[in-house]
């Protein structure tokens, strides 16, 4: 009986059927290794990657007593162009890098006036300019009245923060969901009359609450800029202009 059973075993073993299966079997078991080879390496190449991290870390030394009091003198007397080589150079992180009192390049740079620098560290993205570096580097240049730079700092936190954020919600609605669109579609039905009556008034209502600094979600914004871009641009521009003048 165990002679059949080898018998059928090995007649099996050489039919097309069973070549078929342990091709699939084989191929089966080559896939699942090339996935655990790819697992293994991703993993290789993240260790080593943080490795490279911590020891690049290890290595940074922080900025002395005198390469602090050059940069300080660069700032007060120079144009801050040291500074700025030295910033592009990897050299010092006008951010995080801090003197004994706690000042960072970008703080020293507000205070002082220098605006090349302070918009360097604004143009490489090395700040949020709603953020609390920005805000810190804003009373720096209140501080020491540093009128273009104060000015400089708070039309960032308009027009690259709460501005940058109502037009890139504005364009993900108007993209995704076509609600102004369809809220436009639904105008056109309306009489003439009727229609140029409710555009009016919610224009209206819109410049207002822009006039008293009242919060305007993206949908209304964008919407009074449809029905009336010029009257409602005229209100925000006079709006971020008297921000500008009253920089307290």
Not at 172 to 200: H, I, S, T, Y
Not at 226 to 234: E, G, H, K, N, Y
Request: with cysteine; charged share 25%; net charge negative.
């Amino acid at each position: 009986k165990n002679f059949e059973h080898i018998m059928m075993f090995a007649t099996w073993l050489t039919s097309e059927t069973a070549k078929d299966e342990l091709i699939q079997q084989m191929q089966e078991q080559l896939q699942s290794l090339q996935k655990k080879l790819q697992n293994y390496e991703s993993l290789v190449d993240d260790t080593l990657d943080k490795m490279r991290d911590d020891e690049e870390k290890e290595n940074k030394t922080p900025l002395s007593l005198r390469e602090w009091i050059d940069i300080r003198d660069n700032i007060v007397s120079g144009s801050g162009e040291h500074v700025i080589e030295l910033i592009h150079a990897g050299k010092v992180d006008p951010i995080n890098d801090k003197n004994k009192n706690g000042w960072s390049v970008f703080q020293l740079g507000c205070f002082y006036g220098r605006m090349k620098l302070v918009k360097l560290c604004m143009n490489m993205g090395l700040l949020d300019p709603n953020g609390e570096a920005a805000r810190v580097g804003l009373q720096k240049a209140r501080s020491k009245q540093q009128s273009a730079v104060v000015e400089y700092l708070i039309l960032q936190r308009l027009s690259g923060g709460a501005a940058n954020k109502i037009v890139d919600d504005c364009n993900a609605m108007w993209r995704e969901d076509g609600v102004l669109d369809a809220f436009a579609g639904e105008m056109e039905a309306m009489p003439r009359a009727e229609r140029d009556r409710f555009a009016a008034q919610f224009v209206g209502l819109v410049q207002a609450l822009i006039e008293k600094r009242s919060p305007v979600n993206s949908f209304l914004l964008n919407l009074a800029m449809r029905l009336d871009t010029a009257a409602t641009w005229r209100v925000v521009q006079d709006t971020v202009s008297a921000v500008l003048k009253n920089t307290k």
